[in-house]
Nanobody
Framework: QVQLVESGGGLVQAGGSLRLSCAASGDSFSSYAMGWFRQTPGKEREFVAAISWSGGGTDYADSVKGRFTITRDNAKNTAYLQMDTLRPEDTAVYYC???????????????????????WGRGTQVTVSS
């Protein structure tokens, strides 16, 4: 099992930046693909970014492409989401998630589908004021 704890959320003005962290404990972090998702009240959880266990494969939602960057440090058991040029529509609770990624999936495997992730953090609030 993996326990995930997000941090780094907060209130920021439009155009500003935040860096979210997702600290993992428990099972081997480097055997999991990691994803970031976000959710606002009354809406389904939506994909933001994902990264393979190796870091060699990444993907982003169109709405954040060019503004957000997902990275990971397997030595520190931590995944990150650097968010730049934030917009009011980025306001949401942000969740990190981990998906078991066996070697036969390949070093660049990741998923953009929430239901395919095995473990979730409790989320961190990001609020962008206009």
């Amino acid at each position: 099992q993996v326990q995930l704890v997000e941090s780094g959320g907060g209130l920021v003005q439009a155009g500003g930046s935040l860096r979210l962290s997702c600290a993992a404990s428990g099972d081997s972090f480097s055997s999991y693909a990691m994803g970031w998702f976000r959710q606002t009240p009354g809406k389904e959880r939506e994909f933001v970014a994902a990264i393979s266990w190796s870091g060699g494969g990444t993907d982003y939602a169109d709405s954040v492409k060019g503004r957000f960057t997902i990275t990971r440090d397997n030595a520190k058991n931590t995944a990150y989401l650097q968010m730049d040029t934030l917009r009011p529509e980025d306001t949401a609770v942000y969740y990190c998630a981990a998906e078991q990624s066996p070697p036969y999936y390949g070093r660049n495997y990741y998923s953009t589908v929430p239901n395919e992730y095995d473990y979730w953090g409790r989320g961190t609030q990001v609020t962008v004021s206009s």
